[in-house]
């Protein structure tokens, strides 16, 4: 736009019409193909990339088990037909939800389709454990053991299930046998991972949530063949009978050691796990304490010592789970946190928009001032701006996945609201300093005639401002600069949506998929622990 004048008649602007109304549609379509972009990538990932069942299966393992069971019930009759068979997969995840009445039938029922996985026929006899069918879940567990991959949990769990069919006087040999055959392996002891899906990210908080739940089903029957030896043992020794209890007590002693893994092959321990190792390590040692003098046995002080460990490490354990619950609170707000500060400035930028479309619609004019070309000001704020707001947006992501947490956490809101403050006084102001800088007068003014101060000399009529058409002027170009705002917003928030799933293959939306830092935590607290009873040993 280029000033033309003359001797006593306002300014004449001609503009480029047609390059600004492109540029407003090119900057339009720029911001539809974003958002375009954004939810087909979604869409696609989420329906289109799988055929419909494992796309329902996919579905089912983020919802409620109430609102998965419907869905895995339709997956499986589907697959079912009059000729196919189901998978065991999509059976045993709707067994994972069915109801508490149909829970062991369709176990059995994936468990007829595939009984040769290992995984799926040990959960199986978990549940058969829980129901009270021991004898079934031995067997369970022996086919367990011998399928592949080689696993020593199986061969602990059937001495589980034996001791809890035991009656309370028997016979003890055959339940130290099979421990003592467990114990003298080399094979790995490999925990049940939980259904998953190649494409969801395994360190959420609903995948290790599936995993404290797994190994809570597997404790139970290791702590409760624990607690029916030593309560055996303790009785035999309060009554002065020493027998083979020490030998017996070390090789319990052994279980939970191996329980604890940190062996090549191994898989990783959930603090569940350990705990229960933890457990049965000080059951066996309190109890081979009190058989010491029985035995003439000169080994109370290593006892002790081992002991003293015991204690620390279920302390550690016991104040890592207390502070859980807090800790998954503060990693949620973490998360949300994003989408709180995204909602306000959505809510400020947009409102704005709408309050200068009605300034505008209520003066008048305006209507081609809007291809007025910007001021320097009037670019760099808003690329600066959304910059610098992608900038926080990938650093408040990238402390919630590496599990970081600080003061610092408190200094981004304050920054993001400074920068969005700035854009917007920029908004506000922009449109006087432009209009003015460009030395704009609208030739449709009205004209004030003004006196002359001698009649020689006439005064040509002046040019002013209506307050009407000062209101469409500036309407429009605050129009114009919040049209940016909502744009760039857009593109930004699209953006970070998409390189948030390229990089953690999980939508920021999608809470229940996203890493609390607990997984980070548990695992540094395992490790320490093992390594802290490997140089004790």
Request: aromatic share 10%; charged share 20%.
């Amino acid at each position: 736009m280029k000033a033309e004048t003359g001797k006593g008649t306002a300014p004449q602007f001609t503009c480029d019409y047609v390059r600004a109304r492109r540029t407003r549609r090119s900057f339009r379509l720029l911001v539809a193909l974003a958002v375009a972009l954004t939810i087909t990538l979604w869409f696609a990932e989420g329906y289109l990339r799988y055929d419909r069942s494992e796309t329902q299966y996919r579905m089912s393992l983020t919802l409620h088990p109430a609102q998965a069971r419907p869905i895995l019930r339709t997956v499986v009759h589907r697959e079912t037909g009059p000729v196919n068979v189901p998978p065991s997969l999509y059976l045993e995840a709707l067994a994972q939800v069915e109801e508490p009445d149909h829970i062991l039938e369709t176990y059995d029922r994936a468990y007829q389709v595939n009984p040769r996985n290992a995984s799926l026929v040990t959960n199986y006899g978990s549940k058969l454990y829980a129901d009270g069918q021991y004898d079934e879940a031995r067997e369970r567990f022996r086919e367990a053991g011998l399928n592949p991959p080689a696993n020593v949990l199986p061969r602990y769990l059937e001495a589980a299930a034996l001791a809890a069919a035991l009656e309370p006087k028997a016979e003890l040999n055959d339940l130290i046998a099979l421990l003592t055959r467990a114990n003298s392996s080399e094979d790995p002891i490999l925990f049940p991972e939980p259904l998953w899906h190649v494409s969801l990210p395994q360190r959420g908080l609903l995948y290790n949530k599936k995993r404290r739940e797994i190994a809570d089903e597997i404790s139970a029957p290791l702590l409760y063949c624990c607690n029916f030896i030593t309560s055996r043992a303790r009785q035999d020794l309060q009554e002065g009978a020493l027998m083979d209890w020490p030998e017996w007590l070390e090789k319990l002693h052994y279980m939970g050691v191996r329980l604890m893994g940190g062996k090549e092959g191994d898989s990783r321990p959930t603090l569940i796990q350990m705990k229960t190792a933890l457990q049965i390590q000080h059951q066996a040692l309190v109890l081979r304490e009190m058989s010491a003098p029985l035995a003439g046995d000169e080994q109370p002080a290593e006892i002790a010592a081992e002991l003293t460990r015991i204690h620390e490490a279920l302390a550690k354990v016991e104040d890592f789970e207390e502070g859980r619950g807090a800790v998954v609170a503060q990693y949620r707000k973490n998360a949300i946190r994003p989408w709180g500060l995204l909602l306000k400035t959505a809510l400020v930028f947009f409102l704005l928009y709408f309050v200068s479309y009605l300034i505008h619609k209520i003066g008048s004019g305006g209507k081609y001032i809007r291809a007025l070309p910007h001021k320097a000001v009037g670019v760099l704020v808003p690329w600066f701006g959304f910059a610098a707001l992608f900038v926080l947006l990938v650093t408040m992501s990238a402390r919630h996945s590496l599990g970081m947490m600080g003061s610092f956490d408190t200094v981004i809101p304050l920054l993001w609201y400074v920068l969005s403050a700035l854009m917007i006084i920029t908004g506000l102001l922009y449109p006087i300093f432009q209009v003015r800088g460009m030395g704009y007068m609208d030739m449709s003014f009205e004209k004030k005639e003004t006196a002359p101060d001698d009649d020689d000399d006439p005064q040509p009529p002046a040019a002013v401002m209506t307050l009407r058409r000062y209101l469409g002027v500036y309407g429009c170009l605050l129009r114009r600069y919040m049209g940016i705002l909502c744009g760039g917003f857009l593109v930004v928030l699209c953006m970070w949506c998409v390189c948030y799933y390229l990089v953690l293959h999980a939508y920021p939306f999608q809470l229940e998929l996203l890493s609390t830092g607990l997984s980070k935590d548990s695992a540094a607290l395992v490790s320490t622990l093992q390594g802290y009873f490997i140089s004790a040993r």
